[in-house]
């Protein structure tokens, strides 16, 4: 059986949950960043494949989200902060060697992270990380017009009132989704539980719309900070992702030390839609790494 620990560190005022899956062993231990932004870590927790085979992982709820409640302060939730908390997460853990996994936002507060160049990160995984909000508004509004014309108007429509709270509106949702975000009919209880638990956070950074960032983080470009990321990196996208081509060539033309790879028939879950072969890739750059750094 799978050893888990559990645990919670105080910061700002609160307790930041964390789940630690698996022993230490002479594998790095992997850190993740879930996204939302605002979801709990839950939808990530296909990668304990990873602590089954000897390598610990490390995930946490970013304060205000899942088993890290805060009180209300739209005004609070800024970048700054999920970096400071991350920073007190690798000291409280004491984690001296490691290697980063953010997903979706989670992979916007990688850079973030990265770019601080925190002593003992290893590698960095961007895992359908938007970079440029604009360009990932714009990507996605070019996703909306290759929609069939019925769920098409209808999104468009709900988009231009605001009127979102319609079945014809969250119907044609379905579908974009389905398309872009999960193409598994039936989405596992780990990812639903995970998404279900969106609020404050979400509203705030994201926004009303699930098709384009309107929130706080809708001018963010971090792509003068990628060339600060000093380790190397693995980015990786679904075929059908928002994570788009263009966005992925975003990330690998300015990282000095990246490579890319697009999962088949995937969206922007990939490492949940193609779990064996998602870890499998995952494990073999980790290894790959590792081998090639200078550790003792």
Request: aromatic share 8%.
């Amino acid at each position: 059986m799978l050893k888990i620990i559990e645990g919670f560190m105080p910061f700002g005022g609160s307790q930041t949950y964390y789940r630690i899956a698996g022993d230490k062993t002479d594998r790095l231990p992997l850190l993740t960043f879930h996204g939302g932004p605002g979801a709990s870590h839950s939808y990530l927790l296909s990668l304990d494949d990873l602590a089954g085979r000897g390598r610990q992982v490390i995930y946490y709820d970013q304060t205000g989200c899942g088993k890290s409640p805060a009180p209300s302060d739209p005004g609070r939730w800024t970048p700054e902060l999920f970096v400071e908390e991350a920073q007190a997460l690798q000291k409280h853990l004491r984690l001296d060697e490691f290697h980063l996994l953010g997903q979706s936002w989670g992979g916007m507060l990688a850079i973030y992270f990265a770019h601080t160049r925190p002593k003992g990160l290893t590698s960095v995984t961007l895992a359908s990380s938007p970079v440029s909000i604009p360009q990932w508004n714009e990507e996605s509004a070019r996703l909306l017009s290759e929609m069939p014309e019925g769920p098409r108007a209808a999104l468009e429509h709900g988009e231009a009132t605001g009127e979102r709270d319609t079945q014809e509106y969250r119907d044609a949702l379905d579908q974009f989704y389905l398309r872009h975000l999960c193409r598994m009919e039936t989405m596992p209880d780990y990812v639903l539980a995970s998404f279900a638990q969106m609020g404050e956070v979400y509203h705030t950074l994201q926004g009303d719309s699930e098709l384009r960032l309107t929130g706080t983080l809708k001018d963010v470009d971090l792509t003068p900070l990628l060339a600060g990321i000093g380790v190397p990196a693995l980015i990786t996208a679904g075929q059908y992702d928002q994570c788009t081509g263009a966005v992925v060539k975003t990330l690998l033309d300015h990282i000095p030390d990246a490579r890319a790879v697009v999962f088949k028939d995937s969206g922007h879950l990939a490492h949940v839609e193609k779990r064996e072969a998602y870890n499998r890739t995952l494990e073999a750059f980790l290894e790959e790494v590792e081998a090639k750094s200078t550790r003792p």
